[in-house]
């Protein structure tokens, strides 16, 4: 079955903590993404990779780090998380990225940052 | 001024009900414009894309867009309750980037 999955799905921890969150895809997709979507605002693309070692930064990138060592995966690390990053999280990847192609999300990840 | 603006809602309609939901843009450039459906728990999947301006159309869904007022749109006809869910515009704005607005919650009460 073709699919995005993220770990964990829900996540409390505490400010400063570093924690990873996993995402992987089973589709041999090129192009992977990280939004966070909070009330209000709708979905925010966080960082995105158009390929393996080739990433950029989205409109909300400030306190969060990726990489893209493996075409499958796209972890998303917080380094010292803190209360702002209290979001929901979802990674997301499409065959290329551009314009015609759509997005495949993954469930979700509920994070808490105490 | 934000890129998209799509009201929150809620929205309650009663089964059978045709269903408006819409959003605003600002960039007059943007061509390529998609709406996902996010049920609660899930991730947003893909319901409908459309480019430049006109209407499309896939069962009891019509994307519509209407670039010289900078409106989008999409119609639901005899609304389920199944189609209780989050509905996101969404907007390709080129160099690998989507926006999506906050979306608006939809309630179909049986």
């Known amino acids: 079955e073709a699919q995005v999955t993220q770990n964990p799905r829900y996540l409390i921890t505490v400010t400063g903590k570093k924690l990873t969150v996993t995402c992987s895809q089973n589709?041999?997709?090129?192009?992977m993404s990280w939004y966070r979507q909070d009330p209000g605002l709708g979905l925010r693309q966080i960082y995105y990779s158009m390929n393996v070692e080739v990433t950029d930064k989205g409109d909300v990138p400030e306190g969060y780090k990726v990489s893209r060592k493996e075409k499958r995966n796209f972890p998303l690390i917080l380094e010292s998380p803190s209360p702002n990053q209290t979001s929901l999280y979802f990674c997301a990847s499409s065959a290329t990225g551009d314009e015609e192609e759509t997005q495949y999300f993954g469930p979700g990840t509920r994070l808490l940052v105490l | 001024q934000k890129e998209v603006e799509q009201d929150p809602g809620p929205l309650s309609v009663p089964e059978g009900a045709i269903v408006s939901l819409n959003c605003t843009y600002s960039n007059s450039a943007f061509q390529y414009f998609m709406w996902y459906r996010q049920y609660s728990r899930k991730g947003p999947e893909l319901l409908m894309y459309t480019y430049s301006s006109g209407n499309k159309e896939d069962g009891r869904f019509t994307a519509q867009v209407d670039k010289s007022s900078k409106y989008i749109s999409l119609f639901i006809r005899d609304s389920q309750p199944s189609d209780s869910a989050t509905y996101l515009c969404?907007?390709?704005?080129?160099?690998?980037?989507?926006?999506f607005g906050a979306g608006t919650r939809l309630f179909v009460k049986a």
């Open positions: 969404a907007i390709y704005t080129g160099g690998f980037k989507t926006i």
């Open positions: 589709m041999n997709h090129e192009y």
